[in-house]
């Protein structure tokens, strides 16, 4: 398919050490690319009849109201396409693919959420008499706290999973060859994951990852579609917009936690990616509401 060419990496800013993850917007367009991560993502989106929902080789016009699972490293998006309304609402949760270990979900009453997250390699949508009915509580996730914001989710993956009508959506798993199955990409991962509020050099990764300069950057360009500056500055902007939304430092302050040591280069960057300045988006942006 031509839009493989197409597929972005996305660098999520799911830490290891977080549970969930929740994105709580309202929007005028879709703008992001089709993209795929290690992470699972559940997304609610209301008010886009018209948008066009890529998952894996399923490419489908979607109505006003729709929820869908997506599996690891599934590729998806959503595309303005013929949709013309206005405050789009969109909840995405995504959470680590390794959250809920193998032998809890080896237990007998766990056997249609271990189910269900097999077959969202395929992407599930769910019926809209599941999403209308599951809609109020998704809607209020993100206000939750603690234990109980815990238990919601988890209670809201469950109630999914016994639900009726499911649909696979892609005929196929596609996955996007040796990248989080690749032992230097992980290496590399782990690396910029533990070092990315320091200065980190093309050599001093190369040699990480006992390579060439130049054999590194054909190496990082062609998992990720980055050069390894982009690949890096994705990783900080994602710390960034995380922490502009919970922490109540100065926007100078997070530009030099997150790596950077010019606050006119982040903005920069950060504008680059966001579309914002990151002023505009501690203001405007609802972001993210709840990490656990």
Same mark, same amino acid.
């Given at each position: #398919? @031509? ?24 929007? @005028? ?9 290690? !992470? ?23 109505? @006003? ?44 009453? #766990?056997?249609?959420?271990?189910? $269900?997250? @097999? ?19 998704? =809607? ?10 815990? #238990? ?56 990480? =990852?006992? $390579? ?17 500056? !982009? ?62």
């Amino acid at each position: #398919m @031509d839009i493989l060419k197409k597929v972005h990496r996305e660098i999520t800013p799911l830490s290891s050490e977080d549970s969930f993850l929740v994105f709580d917007r309202i929007k @005028d367009n879709f703008d992001f690319p089709v993209h795929f991560h290690p !992470e699972l993502e559940l997304n609610f989106i209301s008010n886009a009849k018209g948008v066009r929902r890529v998952v894996g080789d399923s490419i489908e016009e979607i109505d @006003d109201l729709e929820l869908v699972l997506v599996g690891s490293s599934l590729y998806h998006g959503w595309e303005q396409y013929h949709c013309t309304s206005k405050k789009i609402r969109e909840v995405t949760i995504q959470f680590h693919e390794d959250l809920f270990d193998k032998a809890f979900l080896s237990r007998n009453i #766990m056997k249609p959420l271990k189910d $269900m997250f @097999d077959r969202s390699a395929h992407g599930i949508l769910f019926s809209k008499a599941t999403t209308r009915n599951i809609k109020s509580r998704i =809607l209020i996730v993100s206000k939750l706290a603690g234990i109980d914001y815990f #238990m919601e989710l988890l209670s809201i993956l469950y109630d999914l999973s016994i639900s009726r009508n499911q649909r696979l959506l892609s005929t196929t798993t596609i996955y996007l060859e040796n990248f989080e199955n690749s032992d230097k990409i992980k290496l590399l991962y782990d690396y910029v994951q533990k070092n990315y509020a320091s200065k980190i050099t093309l050599s001093e990764v190369s040699e990480l =990852l006992n $390579m060439s300069n130049v054999s590194f950057n054909r190496f990082i360009k062609k998992r990720t579609g980055k050069t390894f500056v !982009e690949y890096l500055n994705d990783v900080r902007i994602g710390y960034a917009s995380r922490w502009l939304v919970e922490r109540d430092c100065s926007i100078s302050e997070i530009a030099f936690l997150c790596g950077f040591n010019s606050i006119a280069n982040f903005n920069r960057v950060f504008k680059k990616a966001k579309k914002t300045t990151p002023t505009n988006y501690r203001q405007d942006f609802s972001g993210i509401k709840r990490v656990l």
